[in-house]
């Protein structure tokens, strides 16, 4: 495997499931991202993990919860999600230096549908 | 607030030239990338310009005027592949990605 790789591809829950996602970087980066993409809306940065610390949590409800057990790996488990939680989400990592932006690489991202 | 802006739509023909206009304002600056989306597929890197002045690579180049909170990415001999959503994002204070909603080109033969 090379990359960032994501599954599963798609996924269709129901509201009252619980799954989760799983992500894999191949790149030995040192931090690893959540998006959410939606149609025709910019990415929405969900969480951030730095050296397997969370650096950020952009105000995403508590119905979606990161783990990142080392630094090749990040988890997003979802529970008790709503029908506007469908979108495609999107795994990135990148290799953090200080004082510096960093190029970000992406998995091909989990396509979720909610019923 | 942070904002950045860019077409949501354009359209070009094969083989000709095309330029896709993103304006930002965002709390700092650390540099600005441009990604390219294929329909389903992940966001590839493109380009990463941080001091004014235009970046060539290839067929593509990108531009900044961080006076003017503006870039643009040019692409030339447009080929039938690279119909995709081009995504503009800004590296605020915190080096956290700032992102725009994109801009979809449809190239025409």
């Known amino acids: 495997e090379t990359g960032v790789t994501q599954t599963p591809r798609h996924l269709v829950m129901g509201m009252t499931n619980k799954k989760s996602l799983k992500c894999e970087q191949h790149?030995?980066?040192?931090?690893m991202y959540w998006y959410k993409q939606s149609a025709k809306k910019p990415l929405e940065l969900m969480f951030v993990?730095?050296?397997?610390?969370?650096?950020e949590n952009n105000s995403v409800p508590s119905r979606f919860s990161p783990e990142c057990p080392n630094s090749s790996h990040l988890f997003l488990h979802l529970h008790t999600l709503q029908p506007e939680d469908s979108a495609l989400y999107l795994c990135?990592?990148?290799?953090?230096?200080?004082?510096?932006?960093?190029?970000?690489?992406f998995g091909p991202g989990t396509r979720l549908t909610v019923t | 607030g942070q904002n950045i802006d860019q077409p949501t739509e354009m359209t070009a023909t094969e083989g000709a030239i095309v330029q896709i206009n993103c304006t930002y304002q965002?709390?700092?600056?650390?540099?600005l990338f441009w990604y390219q989306q294929h329909a389903g597929e992940a966001p590839t890197f493109l380009s990463y310009?941080?001091l004014d002045g235009l970046e060539e690579k290839g067929r593509f180049s990108s531009f900044l005027s961080r006076s003017k909170g503006y870039s643009y990415l040019l692409l030339k001999e447009l080929q039938m592949k690279d119909s995709a959503s081009y995504l503009c994002?800004?590296?605020?204070?915190?080096?956290?990605?700032?992102w725009g909603a994109g801009t979809k080109l449809i190239i025409k033969p």
């Open positions: 990135a990592s990148s290799q953090r230096v200080s004082g510096g932006a960093s190029e970000q690489y």
């Open positions: 790149l030995g980066h040192n931090a």
């Open positions: 993990y730095n050296f397997k610390e969370q650096t």
């Open positions: 965002t709390s700092g600056f650390n540099g």
């Open positions: 310009n941080v």
């Open positions: 994002a800004v590296s605020d204070s915190n080096y956290q990605l700032i």
